[in-house]
């Protein structure tokens, strides 16, 4: 299904309607838990306005069937948050690209490849992005630091995924030997199926200048296969949250002191998410992280911690 423009979406119209109204769409799945950057939940004003253009008969102009966008709405103030001013890209980048072209008649592609990132010491990781190239066949990316002794996730990429940058005077090191595992997903819209189209895409690591005060690290948390809640002795600030489902409708629940912080419900392999928290909250070891799901077999906390 392609969405690129008013034909190609019209014929999905009800489709649409359906997918929004029972929050399959757009996919997030965070049913409670402390503020998220990037929040892809849509309003209860946004959600009537598609469901009026659905059941108006799907119109070219959205005044045909409801109120002009530009007429103030009810609670206009409190409708949506605002967007958090996102800190300027750093002077120095690495960039490491990968070239696919779809296979003829394939609807969907799995691609990973393993990247080698050009040699260095000492380097430090402020922030990290992903340009896709082709938007109308990249779905969604995921992006790990590989070394003899690393794996960890780096970032998880879907359309409209902002750039990840860490907090000011931290950062995460980049070992001297080190590749990046790139997991890209490819769907052909219809209106390419004639076609052989193609990516290239680019995952661009912005560089510190020197060493930060603080390092950002990711530690992977082996979920119960019976759901049960367990402990998990972490400290630092958190700063994300990944769950990794094993199938579609997984589930993830943590929990800090008894305050939840990240509940969700389903959570879709095809679309991988990392939640990352609004600001950055500060743990212990002994404050009492709990984590438990279904569906999951792991999940990954990503945090600063004090050190280099």
Excluded: F
């Amino acid at each position: 299904m392609s969405l690129l423009t008013y034909a190609d979406a019209r014929p999905w119209a009800e489709a649409i309607k359906e997918e929004v109204l029972s929050e399959r769409m757009p996919p997030w799945g965070v049913e409670d838990g402390v503020p998220l950057a990037g929040e892809r939940r849509l309003t209860a004003r946004e959600l009537d306005r598609i469901a009026d253009w659905a059941t108006g008969g799907a119109p070219e102009r959205l005044a045909d069937a409801i109120a002009s966008p530009d007429a103030p709405a009810e609670n206009a103030e409190s409708s949506a948050p605002p967007a958090r001013k996102q800190p300027p890209p750093l002077a120095r980048t690495l960039a490491v690209t990968l070239e696919h072209t779809m296979t003829a008649g394939e609807k969907e592609e799995v691609v990973t490849r393993t990247l080698p990132v050009p040699p260095g010491t000492d380097r430090w990781i402020g922030g990290v992005s992903l340009d896709p190239g082709n938007r109308a066949i990249v779905h969604d990316a995921t992006v790990e630091i590989v070394s003899t002794s690393l794996v960890e996730p780096l970032l998880a990429w879907t359309i409209d995924s902002p750039p990840v940058r860490y907090p000011e005077g931290s950062g995460r090191r980049l070992p001297d030997a080190v590749a990046l595992r790139v997991t890209m997903r490819y769907r052909r819209p219809w209106h390419l199926e004639e076609t052989t189209p193609s990516a290239r895409s680019v995952v661009v690591l912005e560089l510190l200048d020197a060493p930060p005060e603080r390092r950002v690290a990711s530690v992977a948390v082996a979920l119960r296969e019976d759901g049960v809640s367990q402990r998990v002795p972490v400290s630092g600030e958190l700063l994300a949250i990944t769950p990794v489902p094993e199938k579609d409708g997984a589930r993830l629940h943590v929990a800090l002191g008894g305050v939840t912080l990240l509940a969700t419900r389903h959570l879709d392999v095809g679309w991988p998410i990392r939640y990352r928290l609004e600001e950055p909250l500060p743990i212990t070891g002994d404050m009492g992280l709990l984590a438990k799901g279904e569906s999951l077999a792991s999940v990954w906390l990503e945090l600063v911690v004090p050190g280099k």
